[in-house]
């Protein structure tokens, strides 16, 4: 089994910038991939960044050059650096894994962009 908690959310200008931190209750190299995914109001959860065990980052097209993806195994945790931050960026942001044939979503942390 494994927990996930995102943090990091909050309200952010335009342009501005903020960090999602996931903490994983297993040790991150065991789980794998890894996502980040997003749900704006309205619309269907849509998948944002992936990294994989080997550290092979994947992109949505609306966030390419804006977000990255990482994680750092000594504190178990999953990362989303989010710089030029734009209003349809605003989303509730869930961290989600794949572990031994199961999914495991995060609840979820909301970001919001609006000045």
């Known amino acids: 089994q494994v927990q996930l908690v995102e943090s990091g959310g909050g309200l952010v200008q335009p342009g501005g910038s903020l960090r999602l931190s996931c903490a994983t209750s297993?040790?991150?190299?065991?789980?794998?991939?890894m996502h980040w995914y997003r749900q704006a109001p309205g619309k269907e959860r849509e998948l944002v960044a992936s990294?994989?065990?080997?550290?092979?980052?994947n992109y949505a097209d609306s966030v390419k050059g804006r977000f990255t993806i990482s994680r750092d195994g000594a504190k178990n945790t999953l990362y989303l650096q989010m710089n030029s931050l734009k209003p349809e960026d605003t989303a509730v942001y869930y961290c989600?894994?794949?572990?031994?044939?199961?999914?495991?979503w995060g609840k979820g942390i909301l970001v919001t962009v609006s000045s």
């Open positions: 989600h894994s794949t572990f031994s044939g199961m999914d495991y």
């Open positions: 297993r040790s991150i190299f065991s789980i794998g991939v």
């Open positions: 990294i994989t065990a080997r550290d092979v980052t």
